[in-house]
């Protein structure tokens, strides 16, 4: 079975630009996860999804980024404009809808994302 | 507000001794209690959890960890360590009664170094 891959492993963008960094679930979670990590800091919730549908957005930084999941397969999340302090670690991670309890959640291997 | 404390930044250990990666929290309600592993170059990979029932959770590669409500603590265990074990240690936690909130809190991370 495939786990949660992520595209592309690695970029280097200037500021001001766009990226867009992909997440491919594992087949049959309807959770999906993003998580950042920065530096030196904690991994830190950016947003769920269950299925196509946003569950919980609170860990969004701003309006700058925006990340959807049409059909509720993949999953994008766009940076638009990209700044310097948006570097770091993206992981993806989905898992097992339960409706109580929780499977433990899998992750991607992440991007790296560097803005300078 | 969660939080999750692992306060060692770094942890050193010989081959063939018994290790523990400390793990504290705090959540409102009960928690969910999660470790995972980053390798060098690789994504975060799930160790074990702590859902309900026996205070004693057996996970991956041998690895182990109690729970204690009285003391909030999750640490994790193994008996003798080994040069792989070398990596960095995440602990995790989520709010049982959040609802539909399934985000992950995070520790900082502990990086354990395994001596030949």
């Known amino acids: 079975e495939a786990g949660v891959t992520q595209f592309p492993s690695h970029s280097v963008i200037e500021k001001g630009q766009t990226v867009t960094l992909r997440c491919d679930p594992i087949?049959?979670?309807?959770?999906l996860y993003w998580y950042r990590r920065v530096m030196g800091k904690e991994i830190k919730f950016l947003l769920h999804?269950?299925?196509?549908?946003?569950?919980?957005e609170s860990g969004m930084p701003n309006n700058r980024f925006l990340a959807e999941r049409t059909g509720g397969t993949y999953s994008t999340l766009k940076v638009q404009p990209a700044e310097l302090e948006d570097s770091g670690v993206y992981f993806c991670?989905?898992?097992?809808?339960?409706?109580?309890?929780?499977?433990?959640?899998?992750f991607g291997q992440g991007t790296r994302l560097t803005v300078v | 507000a969660q939080s999750v404390a692992q306060p060692e930044d770094q942890v050193n250990v010989a081959e063939g001794n018994p290790l523990t990666v400390k793990c504290t929290y705090s959540v409102s309600g009960n928690p969910y209690l999660f470790w995972y592993v980053q390798y060098p170059n690789r994504g975060l990979q799930f160790l074990l959890k702590?859902?309900?029932?026996d205070n004693l959770v057996k996970g991956s590669y041998g690895f182990e960890a109690e729970f204690n409500k009285s003391q909030t603590s999750f640490h994790l265990k193994k008996p003798s360590a080994l040069v792989s074990d070398s990596a960095l240690y995440f602990c995790a936690v989520r709010d049982v009664y959040a609802g539909n909130n399934r985000k992950l809190i995070w520790g900082l991370g502990t990086s354990l170094a395994v001596n030949p």
């Open positions: 702590y859902i309900t029932g």
């Open positions: 991670a989905s898992s097992l809808w339960t409706g109580w309890g929780d499977t433990e959640a899998f």
């Open positions: 999804f269950v299925k196509e549908s946003k569950q919980d």
């Open positions: 087949s049959g979670h309807d959770n």
